[in-house]
């Protein structure tokens, strides 16, 4: 498969992408980040591991900070010199993992949102 060439975009095609689903991202003139909040330890594995899943599965692979009690992602297409369409894809994608929980009514009940089993603190 070959791959394209992604072009940097400006400071104000970045900037008007942060919306939607992505308004939780910033960009801090380099990166495009996110701080997902967990609850503890066990859910910062998890969320970093399910990141690496999707980066590796991508071939675009963030830097990554996980703390106790949360993970920081930060997008750049090192190739192109700044933030493309690659990066947004991305973390379109780590968003929604991350965030999806079951529906109402679902089959699914999903994580209890007590201290003892709070696994990510949703937005």
């Not at 930060?74 to 369409?85: K, S, V, W």
Request: net charge negative.
């Amino acid at each position: 498969m070959a791959i394209v060439p992604l072009k940097a975009l400006d400071e104000a095609a970045i900037n008007a992408r942060l919306v939607g689903t992505l308004q939780h991202w910033i960009y801090d003139g380099r990166f495009l980040k996110r701080t997902y909040r967990t609850g503890g330890w066990k859910g910062t594995l998890m969320v970093t591991n399910a990141i690496g899943h999707l980066a590796e599965a991508a071939w675009h692979h963030p830097e990554i900070v996980a703390t106790y009690p949360a993970v920081e992602v930060r997008l750049e297409t090192h190739d192109a010199g700044g933030i493309t369409e690659r990066d947004f894809e991305l973390a379109e994608r780590i968003e929604a993992w991350v965030q999806w929980r079951p529906a109402a009514g679902s089959a699914l009940e999903g994580t209890p949102q007590d201290a003892a089993t709070l696994y990510i603190r949703y937005d």
